[in-house]
């Protein structure tokens, strides 16, 4: 496939040398120019502008920061698309957002899916990431062979609307979360009465936050928030979309809303968002 690629984070620019590593002639754009020109050095073609990048193929992927940069980026482009052009969104924005940019497309002839993925950095280089799909059928059917390129097999899960989707991924996140700050608050409970680190993830194992223990239990021993799975700043970014989303209160969430919101205050939004259990400042 000819293949338009926009966005080259973290996690995008796995998701593009995947799809240049199974041949497809990918065009890349990223606002900073140094992770356009590294996959560029990988085998793919560095698009000039975002316009450019946005009408040079039929099959379009954003992986952007959020709403902002979809707006900014796609909605606020001046180049005409391609014909039918399927335009596949892995940015995690919030059910009212898609709307909002399926019907954008739709006036200009272009089928929009939202396609979040659901794991961090090591699944994305496994290939084997969860992965989300909502849009039209037909659109998906065009959507799917792309993203099965990161995607695990058994996790892909297809909805009827992008809005389910969107949502649907704004749940998983919610469980990072609110995981997050569960094991924050039980350190908190144990050091009040003299638990060490050790005897507070010790007496978490076999319960409901042992998976977050096992995932982030060597980075809390360590301390090594700077090795970055999920930065706080982007899962900041998707609790606020939670919180602005759902229709009744949802105070665990707004809980670790906070605590992400006071590691960002603190200069720590760029490291993992298990940073919300640091001490050290």
Known sequence: MKISFLGLGRMGAILAEHLVDDGHDVIVWNRSIHAAERLGAHGATVAASSDLALTSAPVVVTVLFGPEAIEDVVLGSTGTWQPDTVWIDVTTVSPDDTRIYADWAAERGIRYVHSPV????????????????????????????????????????????????????????????????????????????????????????????????????????????????????????????????????????????????????????????????????
């Open 118 to 281: 659901v794991g961090t950095l090591g699944p994305a280089r496994a290939r084997a990431l969860g992965v989300i799909l909502g849009g039209d059928p037909g659109a998906v059917a065009v959507a799917r062979p792309v993203v099965e390129t990161w995607a695990d097999a058994d996790r892909i899960s297809v909805f009827d609307t992008p809005a389910q989707a969107a949502t649907a991924k704004l749940i998983a996140n919610l469980g990072l979360a609110v995981a997050m700050q569960g094991v924050v608050e039980a350190l908190r409970l144990g050091q009040s009465e003299g638990l060490d680190l050790e005897q507070v993830l010790r007496s978490l194992d076999k319960t409901m936050l042992g998976p977050t223990v096992a995932a982030k239990g060597a980075t809390l021993r360590d301390a090594s928030f700077a090795s970055t799975q999920f930065s706080a700043d982007l899962l900041a970014k998707d609790v606020g979309l939670m919180i602005a989303t759902a229709a009744e209160p949802m105070p665990a969430t707004t809980a670790a809303w906070e605590s992400l919101l006071w590691a960002q205050r603190r200069g720590r939004g760029d490291d993992d968002f298990s940073v919300i259990a640091a001490t050290d400042d």
